[in-house]
Each structure stands twice: as C-alpha cells, then as structure tokens.
C-alpha cells in the first residue's frame, strides 16, 4: 500500500526540518510568513498550523508580534535531547539490520554513509541529511520516520558545535552492523555515537548555547 501524502502543514514542517538538516536554517533565525509562503506554495492560515506544529515539537519558539524562530538550546536542553535521541537511533539502527537479516537491501544506506564521507563542506549538511533519512527508511518503522527527523535536527547541531566529534568511524561502525545483519552491534554502535556527543558537551563553548 502507498504511502499517503503529507498534509499541507506537514508540507511546512517537512520544509523547516530539512532546511535545518541541510543548514537553510540556523538556530535564533526568524521565520517570516510570506517567506515561508513563497517557498512552500502554502497559503498564511497552513503556514502558521505548521509553525505551531514545530512549536508543539520544540523546533520553534512563537512570541507575540516577533513570530516564530528557531529555538535556540541550552546546553542542558541539548543534553536532554540527545539523551531522548539515544535509544531511537539505536533502534533504527536495530531494526535496519534486523531488516537486512529478513532480506531488505543495506545497499542505499551504504552509498549515502560513503557520500557523506566524501562530501565537500558545503555538501555535507545535505549528505548527512540523506544519510539519516537512508537509515530510518531501512529501519521500515513509520514511528521512527514522524520521531527521529524532529530529534535529529538537534542531534545534527550537536555535532557541528563538538570540536571533535564522531565521524567516520563511528559511522563506519554503524553501517557495517548494519549490512552485516547484526542488531546488537548496529544499536551499540548508534548509541555510542550519541553518547559521545552528549560527553562532548560539558567542553563545548558556552556561545554555542543559549543562556539557561
């Protein structure tokens, strides 16, 4: 059966999580209606149910006669989204390799991992974008597909604040579990990869977070 096609919100939520994903978005950016309007084709009353949709989810924050923005994080409210994040991409990991071993093919998400790898700078926030999506998409959770882009945008962020943070190996690691078909070693490796972010954050600069 096909999948049904997002509503005309979801149209605008979809829009706002991929700009953050591929960097079009940055955290404290106002979010003006008639740009939103002109990019997405949608009309002012569905642009703003889906910025209240992104405000219910914790992506933007809404002030009388400011508009929405892109919410900004402490590093306390970093650290509990990744902390949240941790077992579900751990379990989209799992359950991408519990899929490879019922006969699924890991050969998407293994060609996303590598151009990732190779990605020029200017590339890699949509490389890794892909990379993510490809992972959720093998996992074959629908739950994890609605959850994980609204956790990831953080969990992305994160890793572009860290001074060192998980890279190829981690990702390495995650990916041949995966295509090897070993669940318990694809989610440990996933969730290492998030718990390395979350210890990076007590070295991370205070500038890199809102004031608590």
């Known amino acids: 059966m096909s999948a049904l096609p997002p509503s005309r919100p979801e149209v605008l939520v979809?829009?706002?999580?991929?700009?953050?994903?591929?960097?079009?978005?940055?955290?404290?950016?106002?979010?003006?209606?008639p740009d939103l309007m002109a990019r997405t084709g949608l009309g002012?009353?569905?642009?703003r149910e889906g910025l209240g949709r992104l405000a219910a989810s914790g992506i933007v924050v809404q002030a009388p006669h400011r508009g929405a923005q892109i919410r900004h994080l402490t590093r306390r409210a970093?650290?509990?989204v990744l902390r949240v994040t941790?077992?579900?991409l751990g379990l989209a990991a799992r359950q991408a390799a519990e899929a490879v071993l019922g006969g699924?093919?890991?050969?998407a998400l293994v060609a996303a991992a590598a151009d990732y790898d190779a990605a020029a700078d200017d590339e890699?926030?949509?490389a890794r974008a892909r990379y993510?999506?490809?992972?959720?998409?093998?996992?074959?959770?629908?739950e994890l597909e609605r959850l994980l882009p609204m956790l990831q945008v953080h969990l992305i962020r994160a890793q572009l604040r860290a001074s060192r943070p998980p890279g190829r190996a981690a990702r390495r690691a995650l990916v041949t579990a995966v295509a090897a078909g070993r669940p318990d070693e694809a989610e440990a490796a996933a969730r290492g990869h998030v718990r390395a972010l979350?210890?990076?954050?007590?070295?991370?600069?205070d500038a890199a977070f809102a004031s608590e």
């Open 44 to 47: 002012r009353s569905t642009v």
């Open 124 to 126: 890699r926030p949509r």
């Open 86 to 88: 941790d077992p579900l």
């Open 104 to 107: 699924a093919d890991a050969a």
């Open 14 to 33: 979809r829009e706002v999580l991929q700009g953050l994903a591929e960097g079009r978005y940055v955290p404290g950016q106002r979010l003006a209606e």
């Open 198 to 205: 979350i210890a990076a954050l007590p070295g991370m600069p």
């Open 132 to 142: 993510y999506r490809a992972l959720t998409v093998l996992a074959g959770n629908a």
């Open 78 to 80: 970093t650290c509990d």
